[in-house]
């Protein structure tokens, strides 16, 4: 086994506390050292390491995870990825750090696999070789361990890895061939408990959305090291930022250039866009351009992935908000020229050099 990567993992206590006093002959251990991991890690090297063995002793390991930790926000966890829950005993965390503790398990077994991001959630995937089988993990919740096969769109994502200069592969799932696979509980249910399933916004409890579009959802795929990685800063950038420390939040940010997960154009680059404007109201100017160059070097820029969307135009909108806020009508001009040089002359780049030429006229106005 090898443990020189674990790092969240270390010290954890398996199971957690109040598993472990329903049977007073269970002896809470740490997890890596673990008699239940050894004897994963003993079957899966006795298989013959198919795809299925690959999937049977991740499964395992994401099981063990989620009887490990506790699921949980960590919004006012300060700058960690744990809380301590005093009731329990236990460490809680929110998918991110499932993922994190689940990925550096599969590493310590060399268990091929990759780190997933969709619609503001994380988990583990595998892809196999040959394009034809693939299998998600969502260490929180027993019912999201399914197949993958038919529900990713695009480039096939073990294969993109591949290529070293490659950070991550953008894909389209459908989750509704997720949904499809969960026998346990209705539709809406799963809808109601893992809202990133859906783009729709659900009113009523029992609402289940017609529209196959809302089931489309943008996937990014990592690497387990850079994905870990990533996990780790996006949720360091989340939590500094709504706790009020924008040096730190910016700090952690900027770790994400060329990794930025959630360029979903539903999701309008939301991390991003509200660090962007905390700075602006902080005065924090020349920093916001440091947020837009994170975005902007994480988009695919050609391929059958290439980001067409207001996406796009992200950087373009950060240096004239900039250019406004510090009263510069000559860089508003060059914005303005700008928007008509990135990708296709479209009605919305239009729109925006139209916007930027309007606010550089109301500064000349103003003289």
């Given at each position: ?121 994380s988990f583990v995937t595998m892809f196999d070789e040959e394009g034809s089988y693939a299998h998600m993990i ?75 579009g809302v089931y489309v959802v943008m996937m990014r795929t990592y690497r387990p090291k850079e994905g870990r ?139």
């Amino acid at each position: 086994m090898k443990l020189a990567h674990i790092r969240e993992s270390a010290g954890l206590l398996t199971p957690r506390k109040d598993i472990a006093d329903r049977d007073p002959g269970l002896n809470r251990t740490e997890l890596i050292s673990s008699q239940r991991l050894r004897r994963i890690e003993a079957v899966y090297l006795g298989s013959e390491q198919t795809f299925a063995d690959k999937v049977e002793a991740a499964n395992e390991v994401g099981h063990m995870v989620r009887q490990t930790l506790l699921f949980g926000s960590m919004v006012k966890q300060g700058n960690q990825l744990w809380t301590e829950d005093a009731e329990t005993d236990s460490m809680k965390t929110n998918c991110y750090g499932h993922t994190i503790v689940t990925s550096e398990l599969l590493d310590a077994l060399a268990i091929p696999h990759s780190i997933s991001f969709a619609n503001g959630h994380s988990f583990v995937t595998m892809f196999d070789e040959e394009g034809s089988y693939a299998h998600m993990i969502d260490a929180p919740s027993k019912d999201l361990f399914v197949e993958l096969d038919s529900a990713v769109y695009g480039n096939w994502p073990a294969t993109v890895l591949e290529d070293e200069g490659v950070k991550c592969v953008t894909n389209m799932l459908d989750t509704s061939k997720i949904l499809a696979q969960v026998k346990r509980k209705q539709p809406y249910e799963m809808l109601q408990e893992h809202p990133w399933l859906t783009h729709a916004k659900l009113v009523h409890v029992d609402e289940e959305p017609t529209a196959s579009g809302v089931y489309v959802v943008m996937m990014r795929t990592y690497r387990p090291k850079e994905g870990r990685e990533m996990l780790r800063h996006y949720a360091m950038a989340f939590q500094y930022m709504h706790n009020g420390s924008l040096g730190s939040a910016l700090d952690a940010f900027v770790q994400l250039e060329g990794y930025y997960p959630d360029v979903d154009k539903e999701n309008r680059l939301q991390l991003a866009s509200k660090l962007r404007e905390r700075l602006a109201k902080a005065g924090l100017i020349d920093q916001m351009e440091d947020v837009a160059r994170v975005v902007d070097e994480s988009l695919a820029k050609d391929g059958p992935a290439e980001d067409r969307t207001s996406n796009q135009y992200f950087l373009l909108d950060t240096a004239r908000r900039m250019a406004y806020l510090s009263g510069s009508d000559e860089a508003l001009d060059d914005v303005a020229e700008g928007y008509l040089h990135v990708g296709r002359v479209t009605e919305l780049a239009k729109g925006k050099q139209k916007r930027a030429r309007n606010l550089a006229a109301q500064i000349r106005k103003q003289r």
